[in-house]
């Protein structure tokens, strides 16, 4: 690790996918396949209309699909970077089986102790945050990354700063 400071990386619309996966469950719910451009602007709940009985079903989170690029940018970050993975992971009960599974899955060069399972966020301080939650970025002191999502998107950035993808992770962060 290079740079001593420390990444504080969200998983859920950061790492995995889960826009894809909302997506994939409405279908299978409804029938209708919904696309990215008519959930821009609008909070998950909003766009989809079964989204809370869905995070709440199996493998909602261990099958999440992941984001292009996260695996080779985070083990990058992880050799510069006193990484650590942080998720809000309490509210729902399947969550933290599923999260921790996907992880060890995904990112096997991310350990045990790299793994900070939260309600809050705001108990957890670093150097930067990645994350695509105003909730969890705002309240934070060190450099705020805005992972965009359809959720935030269109949004006035509120300071923080904003990244499309992986590929703009690493040219910011290594």
Not at 100 to 124: D, M, N, R, Y
Request: aromatic share 12%; with cysteine.
């Amino acid at each position: 690790m290079e740079s001593g400071k420390r990444l504080l990386v969200d998983m859920d619309g950061v790492l995995a996918d889960v826009y894809r996966q909302f997506i994939s469950f409405e279908e299978k719910e409804s029938g209708i396949r919904l696309s990215i451009d008519s959930l821009l602007g609008k909070e998950e709940y909003e766009a989809f209309k079964h989204g809370r009985k869905h995070v709440n079903e199996p493998n909602f989170f261990r099958l999440a699909p992941l984001m292009d690029g996260a695996v080779a940018t985070l083990k990058a970050l992880n050799e510069k970077y006193d990484l650590f993975i942080v998720s809000a992971a309490m509210e729902f009960p399947n969550s933290l089986i599923e999260k921790h599974g996907w992880l060890a899955e995904h990112f096997p060069f991310i350990t045990w102790k790299q793994i900070v399972f939260c309600g809050s966020k705001t108990v957890v301080q670093g150097d930067i945050m990645i994350d695509d939650h105003y909730k969890n970025l705002d309240h934070f002191n060190g450099q705020r990354i805005l992972f965009t999502q359809p959720h935030n998107y269109g949004h006035d950035d509120r300071g923080h700063t904003r990244v499309n993808s992986w590929a703009e992770i690493a040219a910011l962060l290594l």
